[in-house]
Antibody, heavy 120, light 111 residues
């Protein structure tokens, strides 16, 4: 059964870089049929797509975050990662990783999510 | 890019039927598949409908979805409402550059 699990620091200081990793178990990340994406949800608010990566290295980013986001993939470790630079309190959110189909962009499954708080 | 607009909240009684809309601001709703996710408090979203009208295994057939070209919107319908259906529901699609777009979410109250 495919499982994703976000990992990384729960507290990041303003202006620093948020870094999260999503190890994938139960399936190979090197599938041509899927992207691997990051979504976030500020407390009490809705979902926001951050960006996605294909195992080939192709990336797609939310234009509103494009200049601060880097998503990478490590096929040898079967995991992908998120870096968000110059964070502010507005970046405080639950961050989810998820798999999604190339042709239809259906996000499934999702990781359980991890809360990242930006505070000094 | 486009936006997906959902009602902020809907409420209905157990046993009744409720429909949640998701309206695309520009471009055709039929151009790209629409998914629907359910999110209960403190949990990650899970799929209730995908690729416009497909239901994952394990989701009861009380859940259905459709696309309306005339209204340029997608709709999620839940019949025979149960208290366990109370949750937030999000529609999701994507643009021609494969960038994901989520609706703002609808809080369903079953009272």
């Amino acid at each position: 059964q495919l499982q994703l699990q976000e990992s990384g620091p729960g507290l990041v200081k303003p202006s620093e870089t948020l870094s999260l990793t999503c190890p994938v178990s139960g399936a190979s990340i090197s599938s041509s049929s899927y992207y691997w994406g990051w979504i976030r949800q500020p407390p009490g608010k809705g979902l926001e797509w951050i960006g996605s990566i294909h195992y080939s290295g192709s990336t797609y980013y939310n234009p509103s975050l494009n200049s601060r986001v880097t998503i990478s993939v490590d096929t040898s470790k079967n995991q992908f990662s998120l870096k968000l630079s110059s964070v502010t309190a507005a970046d405080t959110a639950v961050y989810y990783c998820a798999r999604h189909k190339v042709q239809t962009n259906w996000f499934d499954p999702w990781g359980q999510g991890t809360l990242v708080t930006v505070s000094s | 890019n486009f936006m997906l607009t959902q009602p902020h909240s809907v409420s209905e009684s157990p046993g009744k039927t409720v429909t949640i809309s998701c309206t695309r601001s520009s471009g055709s709703i039929a151009s790209n598949y629409v998914q629907w996710y359910q999110q209960r408090p403190g949990s990650a979203p899970t799929t209730v409908m995908y690729e416009d009208s497909q239901r994952p295994s394990g989701v009861p057939d009380r859940f259905s979805a459709s696309i309306g070209s005339s209204s340029n919107s997608a709709s999620l319908t839940i019949s025979g409402l149960k208290t366990e259906d109370e949750a937030d529901y999000y529609c999701q699609s994507y643009d021609s550059s494969n960038r994901g777009v989520f609706g703002g979410g609808t809080k369903l109250t079953v009272l």
